[in-house]
Structure formats: structure tokens, C-alpha cells
């Protein structure tokens, strides 16, 4: 073979080479690119760990402890805070929001863990 031969085929498997990195590198980029996009249009937030929107939850007073501001609620789905159903007794932020509830009442009521405490902020009752 001539040298010339051998240079003519070894820039040929290199130029060949080049276009395979250069095409792999192309589609690794796109895949970045596009990908994130894709994922954060299909995302659900609720199973990231992140929190919903606070909003208010329905229950039933069970019991009311005005002296140690405390209240008893069954409640549902505490959804921004990720909670199922239960009952357990909460704080209030507010004494004067017992006066708003009472023993066997229907409510909604809304949630707060407020320094590790939770805090029932606001109650309304149920329509």
C-alpha cells in the first residue's frame, strides 16, 4: 500500500468517527435540553413534597378545651399539609375562635404548624 493510500483511509475512519461523536453528542444535548422541559410540564407537585395551598378542612368538634385553648377536631384530608384523616386535638392561635364552635358542630377550619404546634388558625362553620 501506498502512503498515500494509508492516509486517505485513516482520515476516512476519522472523519467517520467525528460525524458518530458529533451525532451522539447532538442527541445527548437535545435529551438535556428538551427533556427538563417535558418532565416540569408533567410534574405533580403534591408528590414532590411540596405543599398545596393552605385551605380550610372540614371536621367535627369532638371537644373544646377553653381554658388550655385547645379543640378536638375529626377531620378529613389536611391537604397542604399532607395529613389523612384523623382526629387530634389542636391548639388555637385564639381563644375567641372556640367561641365560633361547639361540641357535635359540623366546621371548617384551617391549619398551621406554627413552631412545631398545630395551630388552628381561623374556624368557620359549615354550610
Given at each position: 500500500m501506498s502512503l498515500l493510500l494509508v492516509i486517505s483511509t485513516?482520515?476516512?475512519e476519522f472523519?467517520?468517527?467525528l460525524r458518530v461523536i458529533l451525532?451522539?453528542?447532538a442527541?445527548?444535548?437535545t435529551a438535556f435540553a428538551v427533556n427538563p422541559v417535558l418532565a416540569?410540564?408533567?410534574m405533580d407537585h403534591g408528590k414532590m413534597g411540596m405543599a398545596a395551598m393552605p385551605g380550610m378542612t372540614d371536621g367535627e368538634v369532638r371537644k373544646i378545651d377553653r381554658d388550655a385553648g385547645k379543640i378536638t377536631i375529626k377531620h378529613g384530608d389536611?391537604?397542604?399539609m399532607d395529613m389523612p384523616p384523623m382526629t387530634m386535638v389542636f391548639v388555637v392561635k385564639d381563644k375567641a375562635l372556640l367561641d365560633k364552635?361547639?361540641?357535635g358542630a359540623r366546621i371548617l377550619f384551617m391549619a398551621a404548624n406554627e413552631n412545631g404546634q398545630m395551630t388552628v388558625t381561623d374556624i368557620q362553620p359549615a354550610k
Open positions: 485513516q482520515r476516512k472523519t467517520m468517527k451525532s451522539a453528542g442527541l445527548a444535548f416540569q410540564m408533567n389536611i391537604k397542604h364552635a361547639a361540641v
